[in-house]
């Protein structure tokens, strides 16, 4: 018996258009939402569905994006917890280790001028302005300094005394410089005037009794002491001569050796110390009072801070103190930072969200993304699940067809 095939077909033909139907109206509808990427126009009017569903509402999409984002997943307190994450203590600690090491290499590199350059600034601020500035407000203290100098004057001045050496070089100076026999020879001269001669004469005569009234008196000083004056200034070599021998024999250099071996405060008495020690702490103090800013001008001017800055650069590079404490003072800082955030981390981010305006990058990375590429990554994600629900048209599709074809063969 001969197959009548339009009979049959009136049953296969329902779920094969069926299937047909449903899997190239899923993917029709799928790819209706990204193309066409720009809209159609006909005769002047833009076609219904054009652009896709996703291009022609992609600043709507970013917006509810952002807000999604925002308001479901970078909430403030999800901000705090990832911000303490990242700022761990050990994670600021290599970050800030890594920043000195960073630096250290950046004045190793040939840089040591203009890092010098800079300290030299530094410096000269701090001792040629800062530091004049702060010692004359410092020194108008009532007790500036008073403790650091009676230390040094009790311990110091107080408890000093000159060697043997020390004594017998003091003395050589002052038998060399001060009381050489042609200085003395000068200060007889200039001492031994008419005037004084004259007042020495009639004290003498005046003043004496005895025997050395009757010398005063028949003799005088007054011729002696002008003979003396006229040796003095008409035989100067000889007269230097005679002084020295006269220094020799009275033994002034070993005189003035244990004078200065002797020569001690703690020799003198209490009350003459305590005096001492008081003018020494006024006078000290008046003169860094209004001395002390200019000296330290002075003294800054005077240096040459950028040589020296040179220095302390190049020893700093030399260093090994500072190479090793760099992770000293990383972990120092870094527990700071932790402190720190501790107590203000709630309101640092509370700042930082506005300033980092998080859904206008959201809002304006979506709206940058062209639709081409949006259609690319959905797929690239989805891609499984996108042409699953293609099949799934095309199963459901065909089961509504093989329903009609059944529905035909039971009404046969």
């Known amino acids: 018996m001969p197959i009548d095939l339009a009979y049959w077909w009136r049953f296969l033909l329902p779920p094969l258009v069926g299937g047909v139907i449903g899997y190239f109206t899923n993917d029709l509808a799928i790819n209706m939402l990204f193309r066409p990427y720009k809209p159609i126009y006909v ?8 652009p896709g569903l996703i291009p022609r509402n992609q600043e709507r999409l970013a917006k509810k994006v952002a807000d999604t984002i925002l308001n ?3 909430t403030p307190e999800e901000l705090q917890h990832i911000t303490k994450r990242l700022l761990a203590t050990e994670r600021v600690k290599a970050v800030i280790f890594w920043l000195l090491q960073l630096g250290l290499k950046q004045i190793n590199q040939n840089r040591e001028e203009k890092t010098a350059k800079i300290l030299a600034d530094i410096l000269r601020d701090i001792f040629g302005d800062s530091l004049p500035k702060l010692l004359k407000t410092i020194a108008r203290k ?4 008073e403790t650091q100098i009676n230390q ?6 107080l408890e000093f005394k000159l060697n043997e050496n020390q004594a017998r070089q003091l003395a050589d100076w002052l038998l060399q410089f001060v009381l050489s026999p042609d200085i003395i020879r000068q200060g007889l001269v200039n001492f031994l005037t008419e005037r004084n001669i004259n007042v020495i004469d009639e004290g003498f005569r005046e003043k004496t009794s005895g025997t050395y009234w009757v010398v005063a008196n028949l003799f005088g000083v007054k011729n002696a002491l002008t003979r003396l004056r006229s040796f003095c200034l008409d035989e100067k070599e000889t007269a230097n001569t005679r002084i020295q021998e006269l220094l020799l024999s009275l033994e002034v250099r070993n005189r003035l050796k244990e004078f200065f071996l002797e020569l001690s405060l703690q020799n003198l008495p209490v009350a003459t110390v305590k005096q001492l020690r008081e003018n020494i702490n006024q006078t000290v103090r008046e003169y860094i009072q209004d001395k002390g800013p200019d000296l330290l001008r002075q003294l800054s001017e005077n240096i040459n801070w950028d040589n020296i800055s040179l220095l302390i650069v190049h020893r700093l590079q030399a260093s090994s103190a500072v190479t090793s404490s760099l992770e000293f003072i990383s972990e120092e800082l870094a527990l700071i930072i932790e402190r720190h955030l501790e107590k203000d981390l709630e309101t640092i981010v509370a700042q930082v969200i506005p300033i980092l305006s998080l859904d206008q990058v959201i809002i304006e990375r979506i709206k940058a993304t062209t639709p081409q590429q949006l259609e690319i990554a959905t797929q690239s994600l989805v891609k499984t699940e996108l042409q699953a629900i293609v099949n799934l048209g095309g199963i459901l599709g065909f089961l509504i067809g093989l329903l009609q074809a059944i529905f035909l063969w039971f009404n046969q």
């Open 142 to 145: 009532g007790d500036f300094l």
């Open 43 to 50: 005769f002047g009017r833009r076609l219904p569905f054009t």
């Open 152 to 157: 040094i004057f009790d311990k110091v001045l």
């Open 72 to 74: 479901s997943l970078l």
